[in-house]
């Protein structure tokens, strides 16, 4: 009986540790197995799962480890994705307060087109974590879908949407692309904040105002698109939009400009972790 329960673990630790980089798989696996073997029988099974539930932070704590070092943004790209970023609270701020003045709808183009002053910011992050996890046709194709769609907010995601109810998939389907399109801004900037926050790169306020600022551009169409599905219920989606506006302005505006300055000093490293 005791052969049999340590050839499974043997072979439960064999095949976690394959979660691992192959240099560290066979050392990790031995220490592993010897201390499960050293524990009392009664908290044998319970060592070996705390073990495994431990195991793929260690791996990813390793990967990042065995990352290769990359410099930083040169000047010249780091200036331009700070530009782009003060230009966006900006436009946006400008669009809510000259509302009266220009018009509601051509206010409500500005706020939507705010977002694209992102475009260098996320197009220098995509591309260097590319080139950091080693390059390849297929990573900066993935790069530049995601800058595309990540860097110009509803932009991108409204043509998707209107290409695809051009092509016959009906409006409903046209709406649901647009929304997958239209989060991947606020997807992109919660990563961003909550990556340089649980790798203390960077300020923490920074972190912390670019995680609200995905939050509240997450929850901006989020809202729109459930009351338009679920009409029942708008008075909700009413509610999660209005809401995630109050904390996208000043987050955002905030994050916008606080990142933009680090980056025209030189100082990018919230964006390329």
Not at 76 to 101: D, E, F, I, R, T
Not at 108 to 121: D, N, Q, R
Not at 125 to 138: E, V
Request: charged share 10%; proline share 7%.
């Amino acid at each position: 009986m005791r052969g049999l329960t340590n050839r499974l673990l043997a072979g439960a630790l064999a095949a976690a540790a394959t979660l691992l980089p192959r240099a560290d798989r066979a050392r990790w696996r031995e220490e592993a197995l010897a201390v499960l073997l050293d524990a009392p029988p009664s908290l044998r099974y319970r060592y070996a799962l705390d073990t495994l539930v431990k195991l793929p932070v260690l791996a990813w704590q390793q990967r990042l480890a065995a990352r290769p070092a990359h410099p930083p943004l040169s000047w010249p790209v780091s200036a331009c994705a700070g530009a782009g970023l003060l230009a966006v609270p900006v436009v946006m701020v400008a669009a809510l307060a000259l509302g009266p003045v220009i018009g509601e709808d051509d206010a409500e183009f500005f706020f939507l087109v705010s977002p694209c002053g992102m475009l260098p910011a996320v197009a220098a992050s995509c591309f260097h974590r590319a080139r950091q996890r080693g390059g390849g046709a297929r990573r900066h194709l993935l790069a530049a879908l995601v800058a595309l769609f990540a860097g110009t907010g509803p932009v991108a995601a409204g043509a998707l949407g209107v290409g695809v109810g051009a092509a016959g998939a009906g409006d409903r389907l046209a709406v649901a692309v647009a929304l997958v399109a239209g989060l991947a801004p606020g997807g992109w900037l919660l990563h961003t904040g909550a990556g340089a926050l649980l790798r203390r790169r960077g300020p923490t306020a920074l972190g912390v105002l670019g995680a609200a600022a995905g939050t509240g551009l997450l929850g901006v169409p989020v809202g729109l698109y459930l009351g338009m599905v679920a009409p029942a219920l708008g008075w909700l989606g009413a509610l999660i939009s209005a809401l995630s506006l109050l904390v996208l302005v000043p987050s955002f505006a905030g994050w916008s400009v606080w990142a933009g300055v680090r980056l025209l000093a030189g100082r990018s490293e919230p964006l390329t972790r």
